[in-house]
C-alpha cells in the first residue's frame, strides 16, 4: 500500500512548493528544487507501485520485499515534510524581515536538502536492487494469461439464482422488450452482490430466442483482439473467417443476424469502445441484445444511457436467510432446519444478519459452517469471529474495486474506515475533512475548487458501487452517505497494513 503514502507525499510537496516563500523570488532557488524533485520521483515511483501491485498480489516474494523498501522510503518522507512544511510556514510570518529570513529559513533548509540527498541515495539503492536481482515486476509476459476463476466461473454450469427472481423478471421482460432503446441491459451494482450469476441465468433462458449468441469475461485487463475472438468462435465464424479478417467478417456475420451476447465484468469505457467498432448497433427492428455486468454505474450508463441500468440491492433478511439454508444443506436431501435446534436456527440467523445482505458473503459463511460440526458452539465461535474470517473469504472479490481506483482516490475511499460501523456520514463534513487532511490538493489553492472536486471523487465512488448514498439534497447532491460493513472492513485492514491509520 506504498501508493498511500507515496500519494501522501505528493500532496505535501505541492502544498511546499507553493509556499509563499517561493512565489516571491526567495533567493534559496536550489531548495525549490529539491521539492520540484521529490515531487516528480514520487509522482514516477507511485505509478510504478500501482504498475506492480498484480505482480505482489500474485504472491512475487521478491516485489513484496520491493515494495516494502518503497514504502519505507515513502514513510520517511511524509516524516521529513511534516516536519519541514511547519518550519516554512513559520518562516513566512516573518517574510517582511530579510535578516529574519535568513535566520529561520536558511539552517532549516540547509538541514532538509542534505535529507533530500540521503532520500536520493536511497532511491538509487532500490533501483540497483531492482536490477542486480531482476525484479521483473512491471513486464509480465502478455503472452502469459493467468488462471482466472472468475473466467472459469462464467462458463460453468451453475446458474441457480436464490433471492433475484424479481429482479431476473424484470430483466427479462427489458431484454426482451421491442422498443428497448440501444438493445442495451446493464447490471450494476457493489461487488459480491451476483451480478455474473444473474447475468449467466439471464442469457441462457432467453439465447434459445436469437439466432445466435456469445457469453464472455471482460476483465480489470482486456484485451479486444481476443474477445472478439471468443465472439466470433460463439457466433459461429468459421477459423479460417476468423484468422483472415476477424473484425470485418464478424461485423458483417453480426448484422445479418439477432443476437444475444453478454459481456461479463466491464470496468472501463475504453474496452467499449474498442468493441463497438465491430459489433454492430443493436437495431430494435432486428432485435439483437447486449448484456453487461459492471460494478460501475457509469460504465453501464456509457454503455446504454440510464434507461439500460439495473441496479443489484443487497439481499433482505428473509431471502438472505434462504440462500444460507441453500448452502447449509446443499447435500441434505431435506433441505431444511427440522433437526436443528432453535438456538442453532437462531445463531444462523445472527450469522446471516452479519453478512449484511451479500450473496458472496452468505456463500463464504457458509462454506466455512459446512466444514464444521453443525452444533450450537462451533456456530458461535464463527459468530464471534465472523468479521475477518467474512473479509478473508471474500477479500480478493473486494479489492479488485480497490486496485481498480485512480491511486489519487484510494486515500479518500479509505478515510471512511475512520467512521464507526453502518454511521451515517454528512457529505459536506466529509469532504472539508478530505481537504483538512490534504487528502484533496488542487495547485491554485483555491478552496472552491479543492470543495467541487472533493465533491466529484464522492460521486465517483458512488457510481463504483463502494458507497451507499442515504440522502440528497433537492436539487440531486450527496447530502449523506455510508458504506456496506464488509468494505468498511477492506478500508480498516488496508489502512493498517498501508500505515494510513489504526484503529485501537
Same mark, same amino acid.
Given at each position: ?27 534559496? =532557488? ?18 510504478? /507501485? ?32 511534516? $516536519?519541514?512544511? !511547519? ?16 535566520? *529561520?529559513? @536558511? ?15 536511497? #532511491?538509487?539503492?532500490?533501483?540497483? /536492487? ?57 447490471? /450494476? ?27 464472455? =469475461? #471482460?476483465?480489470?485487463? !482486456? ?14 465464424? +468459421? ?12 461485423? &458483417? ?5 439477432? =443476437? ?8 472501463? #469505457? $475504453? ?14 427492428? /432486428?432485435?439483437?441484445?447486449?448484456? @453487461? +455486468? ?19 440491492? !443487497? ?24 433437526? *436443528? ?22 456463500? #463464504? ?5 459446512? *466444514? ?35 491511486? *489519487?482516490?484510494? !486515500? ?8 464507526? $460501523? ?12 478530505? @481537504? ?26 458512488? &457510481? ?8 440528497? +439534497? ?31
Amino acid at each position: 500500500m506504498a501508493e498511500i503514502l507515496l500519494t501522501a507525499v505528493i500532496n505535501k510537496s505541492i502544498a511546499i512548493a507553493g509556499n509563499v516563500l517561493f512565489q516571491e523570488g526567495m533567493r534559496l =532557488y536550489w531548495l525549490k528544487e529539491d521539492i520540484d524533485w521529490l515531487h516528480r520521483e514520487m509522482r514516477h515511483i507511485r505509478s510504478y /507501485v500501482d504498475d506492480a501491485k498484480a505482480k505482489e498480489v500474485g504472491g512475487d516474494s521478491k516485489v513484496k520485499n520491493l515494495l516494502k523498501d518503497i514504502q519505507q522510503l515513502a514513510g520517511d518522507v511524509e516524516d521529513l515534510l511534516d $516536519e519541514f512544511l !511547519p518550519k516554512i510556514q513559520q518562516s513566512n510570518k516573518f517574510k517582511g524581515a530579510i535578516c529574519c529570513l535568513k535566520t *529561520a529559513c @536558511i539552517p532549516c533548509a540547509n538541514e532538509f536538502a542534505m535529507e533530500i540527498e540521503r532520500i536520493k541515495r536511497r #532511491v538509487a539503492d532500490i533501483d540497483r /536492487v531492482r536490477t542486480t536481482y531482476n525484479i521483473m515486476d512491471t513486464n509480465n509476459n502478455n503472452d502469459c494469461i493467468p488462471l482466472d476463476k472468475r473466467r472459469l466461473f462464467l462458463h460453468a454450469d451453475e446458474t441457480e439464482v436464490i433471492g433475484l427472481d424479481d429482479d431476473f423478471n424484470k430483466l427479462q421482460a427489458k431484454l426482451l422488450d421491442h422498443d428497448l432503446p440501444y438493445g442495451v441491459v446493464s447490471i /450494476v451494482g457493489m461487488p459480491g452482490l451476483g451480478k455474473t450469476t444473474l447475468a449467466k441465468k439471464l442469457f441462457r433462458h432467453v439465447r434459445h430466442q436469437f439466432e445466435c449468441s456469445g457469453l464472455v =469475461y #471482460v476483465s480489470q485487463q !482486456p484485451r479486444a483482439g481476443e474477445i472478439l475472438h471468443d465472439i466470433a468462435k460463439q457466433v459461429g465464424l +468459421t477459423e479460417e473467417e476468423r484468422k483472415e479478417n476477424l473484425e470485418g467478417n464478424l461485423r &458483417s456475420l453480426l448484422k445479418t443476424k439477432r =443476437y444475444v451476447i453478454l459481456l461479463d465484468d466491464i470496468w472501463g #469505457v $475504453e474496452i467499449w469502445d474498442d468493441l463497438k467498432r465491430v459489433l454492430p448497433e443493436c437495431d430494435s427492428k /432486428v432485435g439483437s441484445r447486449i448484456i @453487461i +455486468t459492471s460494478r460501475n454505474n457509469n460504465v453501464g450508463r456509457y454503455i446504454g444511457e440510464d434507461f439500460s441500468l439495473h441496479e443489484l440491492q !443487497p439481499l433482505d433478511s428473509e431471502k438472505s436467510f434462504e440462500l444460507f439454508t441453500k448452502k447449509i444443506f446443499t447435500f441434505d436431501n431435506n433441505n431444511n432446519w427440522a433437526n *436443528a435446534s432453535p438456538n442453532l436456527v437462531n445463531i444462523g440467523r445472527s450469522i446471516v444478519e452479519r453478512c449484511g445482505g451479500i450473496p458472496l458473503a452468505i456463500v #463464504v459463511t457458509a462454506g466455512m459452517l459446512r *466444514a464444521r460440526e453443525r452444533i450450537e458452539r462451533a456456530w458461535n465461535r464463527v459468530l464471534e469471529s465472523m468479521g475477518h474470517k467474512i473479509q478473508d473469504g471474500c477479500a480478493k472479490v473486494l479489492t479488485l474495486s480497490y486496485n481498480d481506483l485512480p491511486i *489519487a482516490l484510494r !486515500p479518500c475511499f479509505l478515510y471512511f474506515g475512520l467512521f464507526p $460501523e453502518d454511521h451515517e456520514i454528512r457529505a459536506f463534513d466529509l469532504t472539508n475533512m478530505w @481537504i483538512a487532511e490534504k487528502l484533496i490538493v488542487v495547485n491554485s489553492g483555491n478552496g472552491r475548487e479543492a470543495e467541487s472536486l472533493a465533491e466529484d471523487i464522492l460521486n465517483d465512488l458512488v &457510481s463504483r458501487n463502494l458507497i451507499q448514498v442515504a440522502k440528497r +439534497t433537492y436539487d440531486g447532491r450527496i447530502s449523506s452517505c455510508r458504506i456496506h460493513d464488509l468494505l468498511h472492513s477492506l478500508c480498516v485492514d488496508l489502512s493498517k497494513e498501508s500505515n494510513f491509520f489504526h484503529k485501537l
